[in-house]
Every structure is written in structure tokens, then in C-alpha cells.
């Protein structure tokens, strides 16, 4: 009897480890998130990089504030290269950030610099914002050109704009300082020199 009872203890204890296995619910393919919604987010960490590059080259270096005037025209830049597949510091037009600059805002002084990258990524794989962010800083920094500008001590004031244009991020960074100029006062308008008969109104 004893037998028959471990017997079933036995047959029970296999029947469960034969049991049929709970269905897996499929897997659903990867997706990459849309790389353009990544842009603001890769910008940031760009910034803070900088930021941070800047204080560990040279801690008397200026911190850098963000600039709302810079931010445009560094936007405006990253979408013109996306756009148009280039990388430099003139658009096919001619355009600079300076020149763009000046003509939204005449009063504008002091000495502007400007950084231009450009990454291909991989559209399956999408975009790390923090391992790009990091890659493109590490490109300026291995240029001694860019690294200079990018760690200018009086440098205060900065933005950067990124945009995708088919499988490569482009950015761009753009920094400026005044030099401690104080502020452009508007010219007074030219009096014309009249004769004695203009001013007395003789023909």
C-alpha cells in the first residue's frame, strides 16, 4: 500500500514538471524613437558639456549663459545644413551666423565664435542623446581649432541648435562675448550743411 502511495507521489510529481508552459506573449519589434524629437534634449546635453570642458580646461573660464538671440540664429543655422546636406561656415547662399546675426539685431558687438559638427547615426538604432552629446563634444575637443574656441575664458554668453537631415545629426554652437564694450549709443542724424540762402530759403 506504502508502495502504491509513493508511486503516485512519484507519477504526480512528474505530471507537474510535464505540465504545459503559460503562452509568451510576443515580443514586439524594436523602434527607434524619432531622432528629431531627441533634438532638444541632445542640445542641452551638448551645452552642459561644453559647460563642463570649459571649467576643466580653465577654471577662471567664464560660465556660459544661454542666449535666446543666439539660440535663433543657431536653430536657423542646424536647419539650413540639414536641409541642404553641407557643412561649413557659410551657406551656399553666402549666410553666416554673423552676417544673420547683424542683420536681426544692428547693435550687436563684441567677438561671436562658432563650432559646426555633423554625426551620421544609424536610423535602426536611432539615437543616444547622451553618447552623441558626448561624441560630438569629444570631436571638438580633438581639434585644437575648435577646442580653443570652445574653452575662450571670455566667452559668456551661448546656444545650440541641432536638426536631422537623413541619417546625420548636424550642429552647431555659437558663442559670444561683448569684451567689456559698453553699449553702442544711437548716432545722432547729420545736420546738412546749408548755405546762408537755403537756410533763409532763397532759391
Known amino acids: 500500500m506504502s508502495a502504491r502511495r509513493g508511486l503516485l507521489v512519484a507519477l504526480a510529481l512528474v505530471c507537474t514538471g510535464c505540465a504545459s508552459p503559460r503562452p509568451v506573449a510576443p515580443v514586439a519589434p524594436f523602434k527607434p524613437v524619432d531622432p528629431k524629437t531627441q533634438m532638444a534634449a541632445l542640445e542641452q546635453r551638448i551645452f552642459a558639456l561644453v559647460q563642463s570642458e570649459r571649467r576643466r580646461i580653465d577654471p577662471a573660464a567664464k560660465p556660459?549663459?544661454?542666449?535666446?538671440?543666439?539660440?535663433?540664429?543657431?536653430?536657423?543655422?542646424?536647419h539650413d545644413m540639414a536641409a541642404?546636406?553641407?557643412i561649413a561656415h557659410n551657406s551656399p547662399e553666402g549666410q553666416s551666423a554673423a552676417s544673420l546675426i547683424m542683420d536681426e539685431d544692428q547693435s550687436f558687438q563684441g567677438l561671436l565664435g562658432e563650432n559646426l559638427a555633423a554625426q551620421p547615426f544609424n536610423k535602426q538604432y536611432g539615437v543616444d542623446v547622451?553618447?552623441?552629446a558626448r561624441r560630438l563634444v569629444d570631436t571638438w575637443l580633438a581639434?585644437?581649432?575648435?577646442?580653443?574656441n570652445l574653452a575662450y575664458a571670455p566667452y559668456?554668453?551661448?546656444?545650440?541648435?541641432?536638426s536631422v537631415g537623413g541619417d546625420t545629426i548636424y550642429v552647431i554652437q555659437l558663442f559670444a562675448t561683448d569684451l567689456g564694450l559698453p553699449p553702442p549709443t544711437s548716432p545722432k542724424p547729420a545736420v546738412p550743411n546749408l548755405s546762408p540762402r537755403a537756410q533763409n530759403g532763397a532759391p
Not at 143 to 148: E, F, K, L, Q, Y
Request: net charge neutral.
Open 130 to 132: 547622451n553618447t552623441y
Open 64 to 78: 556660459l549663459v544661454l542666449d535666446p538671440e543666439l539660440f535663433g540664429i543657431a536653430e536657423q543655422r542646424s
Open 156 to 162: 559668456d554668453r551661448s546656444a545650440v541648435g541641432a
Open 84 to 86: 541642404k546636406n553641407y
Open 143 to 148: 581639434s585644437p581649432a575648435h577646442r580653443a
